[in-house]
């Protein structure tokens, strides 16, 4: 049996480096783990992290603490008729021929704009001179604000994810999320009230003019709904698309595969965000005590649920660590993505999927051998089970580009419960200790840092996302 100082620590420098190999050991011999420093469960297989996208028993109180103090109040906050009401106002907006007329052309465009400048240099950074703009950049298009803003909401994304990843806390990080959300209230109070007096053909048009049986969205309430848009759209489609293309670039034969057949696009894109989803941790909290692989979880604990250890578990999925986009055990449901249910990415995904079937001729073009994997709906191949958030991952272990973003946050005293009893302790520094069956409640009154989901959309009804 391995001593407890064996257990990874998601902290370390080491994990850092190489996630995936932490992942292996998490699964086999820790898959219930309590981590001091973050004041959470790790939970690292398959089963008991769907169980914790699934279960009533998991819910999603988090983001009161995690999302407001930058967003404000959003969506996924609401329950009940609140919730409903709310999101019966935006979806339409993400949905059929509104999301392919209006939308199309300003993704195509902007991917023009970007792409433009890349011609004949011979190299380029795909990451920094493409990913991390473009859905930004769509973004600001889409709700109809002037193209000379888009380096000021690159740099407000960026200080909001930074935040989100401020595991350590350092103060001037904290500060300029702060700061940020400000700002960006400033900015955009007056621009959302000068559109409810003269509407445009936009998205921000749509979102201040939109009613639903008599209700319609407050200034602060659309303000709050594009300050998470950025957010969940922009980190998860930037991390999608650059792990697409390094999945494909580190497996030519694959790259040939879809160039020849663009059709295979959304196979890819679904092998990708189970390779290397953009987020690989998310947080849950728990209304009762819940039995797990490794322990019993008690109530009111804050479970973070490794989804990048999740989609490696070979109990799930034959040869879990290797990228094939023509694989036969990737099923609508069985991976699991923090980026699907997103607006923001459900809108680069579905118009991926449409514009892949016009250049295959609506379905034509060379398909997969017999036997193979047919091409998925993305829509469904993305469904998430309630994963949302903010990470990135693109890339494998050995020699691959990947960052590991552990969104943290911040500014939340409170009392959690202690580990459960027999299960593995990961304290400060890394140093590690068995928890004591028994051990009660005790008092963390100091910032717990967590990952961050934040689906513009998702239910907040204090349970599941």
Not at 294 to 305: D, E, H, K, M, W
Not at 310 to 325: C, G, K, V, Y
Request: charged fraction near 25%; charge should be negative; glycine fraction near 10%.
């Amino acid at each position: 049996m391995p001593t407890a100082a064996e257990a990874p620590d998601i902290l370390s420098p080491q994990f850092a480096a190489d996630p995936y190999s932490a992942y292996r050991v998490l699964r086999e011999e820790f898959p219930l783990l309590w981590h001091e420093a973050t004041g959470s469960y790790i939970v690292s297989r398959y089963e008991d992290v769907e169980r914790a996208f699934r279960d009533e028993a998991f819910t999603t109180r988090n983001y009161d603490w995690q999302l407001e103090p930058v967003h404000g109040r959003t969506l996924v906050q609401m329950s009940g008729r609140e919730h409903a009401a709310h999101r019966a106002l935006v979806a339409p907006a993400f949905r059929g021929r509104m999301l392919e007329e209006k939308f199309l052309p300003v993704i195509e465009q902007n991917a023009r704009d970007l792409i433009e400048p890349l011609r004949g240099t011979g190299t380029a950074d795909l990451v920094e001179d493409f990913a991390t703009h473009f859905p930004i950049n769509v973004i600001v298009d889409m709700l109809g604000l002037d193209k000379s803003e888009h380096p000021r909401f690159h740099h407000w994304y960026t200080a909001i994810v930074a935040y989100f990843s401020n595991l350590s806390q350092d103060p001037e990080i904290t500060e300029a999320g702060h700061r940020t959300r400000d700002e960006l209230a400033a900015y955009m109070i007056p621009v959302i009230r000068e559109r409810r007096e003269n509407p445009r053909g936009d998205l921000l048009s749509t979102l201040c003019t939109v009613e639903v049986d008599g209700t319609a969205m407050t200034d602060e309430d659309i303000k709050a709904f594009i300050s998470i848009l950025f957010a969940a759209g922009g980190e998860t489609t930037d991390k999608a698309i650059s792990g697409l293309l390094g999945n494909l670039l580190r497996h030519p034969e694959q790259l040939a595969a879809v160039r020849e057949d663009r059709g295979l696009i959304a196979q890819a894109l679904a092998e990708t965000l189970r390779w290397t989803p953009p987020v690989h941790m998310i947080i849950r909290e728990t209304d009762a005590d819940v039995e797990l692989s490794g322990g019993t979880v008690p109530a009111g604990s804050t479970v973070n649920c490794l989804i990048g250890a999740a989609n490696r578990d070979a109990t799930r999925f034959a040869e879990p660590d290797s990228f094939d986009i023509f694989r036969t055990d990737l099923p609508a449901t069985t991976a699991f993505s923090a980026a699907g249910p997103a607006p923001g990415v459900r809108t680069g995904t579905a118009l991926l999927r449409g514009r892949a079937a016009r250049q295959d001729g609506g379905g034509g073009g060379r398909r997969p051998a017999a036997g193979r994997h047919a091409r998925s709906d993305v829509a469904r191949a993305l469904h998430a089970g309630g994963a949302r958030g903010l990470h990135a991952g693109t890339g494998g272990p050995a020699g691959a580009l990947h960052t590991v973003r552990v969104a943290g946050l911040s500014h939340r005293p409170r009392s959690r419960p202690a580990g459960p009893g027999g299960c593995t302790a990961v304290r400060a520094g890394g140093r590690t200790s068995s928890t004591p069956p028994g051990s009660g409640r005790v008092d963390r009154s100091r910032p717990s840092p967590a990952s961050v989901s934040s689906d513009p959309c998702a239910p907040g009804d204090g349970r599941r996302g």
